[in-house]
Every structure is written in C-alpha cells, then in structure tokens.
C-alpha cells in the first residue's frame, strides 16, 4: 500500500509571493498523482494530475506539480498567490494496474494566503 | 445537473436514528466511492462500487451500509451512529476502474452531527 506524505499541515504566505506544498509518496511502482484543492464547506476540486508524459504538470488557477520519480514527490507550485487561493491542498496517489483506481490521501496542506 | 450531488448538505442525527445519504453522479462514470473526512485525519475510503458491485470495504462499522441501486446513484444508510461518526462524508465517481482515466470527482460532500 502507499503512504502520502504532506509535511507542512499549514503554510502561511503574503499575497503575490510564491509558494510551493510538498508531496511525497512511498512506493517507487508506476503511480497516478493528484492535487484537489478544497475550500471551506465544499468537496474536493481537481487542480491537475499526472498520468504520464511530461513530468511538469499544468493545471487550473495558476498552479502547476513536477512529478519527480526518482525523488517520489509531486510538488505544486505557484508563482504568485492570491487571497483566493486560501484552502486546503490535498496530494493524491493511485497505483497502476489496480482493477480499481484506490487514492491514497495525503493529511493535507491548510495554505493561508495573507493581503 | 451536471457533476456529482450529494444530499442533504448538512444532518443532525440522534444516535438512534436512522437516514440515508444521497449521491448521484451524472458523468456517465462506472465507479462510485464512500469517503470519510474527519478533522486532522486524512481522507477515509469507506467503499468502493465497481459496475454496481462492491469491490472494497474498509473495515467501515456494519452501522454504515451502503447501497448501489444503479451507477449513477450510491446511498450510504446510517443507523445507531456514535458521536465519532460526526464527519464530512464525500462521495465520489470515477469513469472505468480499470483503464486509464483514473480520477476521480467528488461531490460537495454531508456534513453529518450525531448528538
């Protein structure tokens, strides 16, 4: 089984700087990886995923992952925060193969963007 | 409606009671899931649907029963909760468990309150 790790549980930033949450996971098998973002009181919204192809992944609202195999970390990205982007980050993955797509769920990453 | 909804939005339950939540999915998906969010725990899988037939269990308390009548629609019936199952409850849909579109999409979620 895998095992998703987000190190920061909360990351405080000003507006219009960049920021960067950090994911690893634990197996080095072939992996599907996911961030969804999730605003208060709402479910989780896909911001991008890697299935494969290109390492770097572009996705909604200005953020963008690098999926890095040899270090297995999915990092996401974004250069320049707005206040809107405050809310929740969760880092997924999902084995290759399975007869069923099973996420494992990172804790989450609480991202406060401050004026 | 587009998406995937889920009713109600929120519930408050005594510990004797019974309800049911609602999910419906209409992407035209083949799998749907039970998902648990507890605050400072990462998501739970509770179950899994495949093609109407369930295909995982996570050792989720006989409590909760799940019912998969048809693909688009996934309950989960609850009866004689704890105060501990006072969570988000989030459902999800993904389009074929065994090809290659994995992701999957969630719906807003309940908020249950078992008093």
């Known amino acids: 089984a895998q095992s998703v790790t987000q190190l920061d549980s909360q990351v405080p930033v000003f507006e219009e700087a960049p920021v960067e949450l950090r994911c690893n996971y634990s197996?080095?098998?072939?992996?599907?990886l996911f961030w969804y973002v999730q605003y208060p009181n709402q479910g989780l919204q896909l911001l991008l995923k890697?299935?494969?192809?290109?390492?770097l992944v572009k996705g909604i609202n200005g953020f963008e992952a690098e999926f890095n195999k040899s270090q297995t970390s999915f990092h996401l990205r974004k250069p320049s925060v707005h206040i809107s982007d405050t809310a929740e980050y969760f880092c997924a993955v999902s084995d290759r193969g399975r007869n069923f797509n099973k996420f494992y769920f990172g804790s989450g990453t609480k991202l406060n963007v401050k004026p | 409606e587009t998406g995937v909804t889920q009713t109600p939005r929120h519930l408050v339950m005594g510990m004797t009671n019974k309800k049911s939540l609602k999910c419906e999915q209409h992407l035209g998906h083949n799998a749907m899931y039970w998902y648990k969010q507890s605050a400072k725990k990462p998501l739970e899988l509770m179950f899994v649907y495949s093609l109407e037939e369930r295909v995982e269990n996570n050792s989720v308390p006989s409590r909760f029963s799940p019912e998969c009548p048809n693909s688009s629609h996934l309950f989960l019936h609850l009866h004689t909760l704890q105060p501990e199952d006072s969570a988000l409850y989030l459902c999800?849909?993904?389009?074929?468990?065994?090809?290659?579109?994995?992701?999957?999409?969630f719906g807003p979620g309940t908020r249950l309150l078992v008093l």
């Open positions: 999800a849909s993904s389009q074929d468990p065994s090809g290659t579109e994995k992701t999957q999409y």
């Open positions: 890697y299935l494969s192809g290109s390492t």
């Open positions: 197996s080095s098998v072939s992996v599907y």
